[in-house]
């Protein structure tokens, strides 16, 4: 299952960047993370914790496509540090599964996604002018 997962993650990620621009299709796929957590959170308010289950899984995938999608040649320390990024936010969804405080612990994660999403857009407005 984790291997399927881990395929379809990647597929969607290769599929949006072929669609849109690549900075484009990263912040696309941190909103899908989010927007799977967010469900989540939600079906296991509603006690349909399979249901909740299963969207944190597809969220998790999500960012493993991203990790997995890394340049680490061209990003360097960059892709090291988003490389460390997704695995921390992976296992704090993993972990927080289940516990009595779930909702707040994925509010956190979700609220860490959008930083890093934010991020991303502010770099695709301002793109860098390489120096000569």
């Known amino acids: 299952m984790q291997q ?3 395929f379809q993650a990647t597929q969607a990620y290769r599929s949006a960047a072929v669609a849109v621009p690549p ?3 990263v912040i696309m796929m941190i909103d899908g993370a989010i ?5 989540s959170v939600a079906a296991a308010e509603d006690k ?10 597809r969220a998790t995938a999500i960012l493993r496509g991203l ?4 340049n680490f040649d061209k ?13 921390t936010l992976i296992m704090a969804c993993l972990r927080s599964f289940g516990r009595p ?3 707040e612990c994925y509010r956190r994660i979700i609220a860490s996604l959008a930083d890093l999403r ?7 407005l301002n793109p860098t002018k390489p120096t000569t």
């Open 4 to 6: 399927q997962d881990h």
């Open 23 to 25: 900075l484009r299709a």
């Open 35 to 39: 927007k799977f957590l967010q469900k």
């Open 48 to 57: 349909q914790f399979e249901e909740s289950h299963n969207h944190m899984i």
């Open 67 to 70: 990790s997995h999608n890394l």
């Open 75 to 87: 990003g360097g320390d960059v892709a090291e540090g988003l490389h460390t990024t997704y695995h």
């Open 101 to 103: 405080n779930s909702a």
């Open 118 to 124: 934010d991020a991303w857009i502010s770099v695709a």
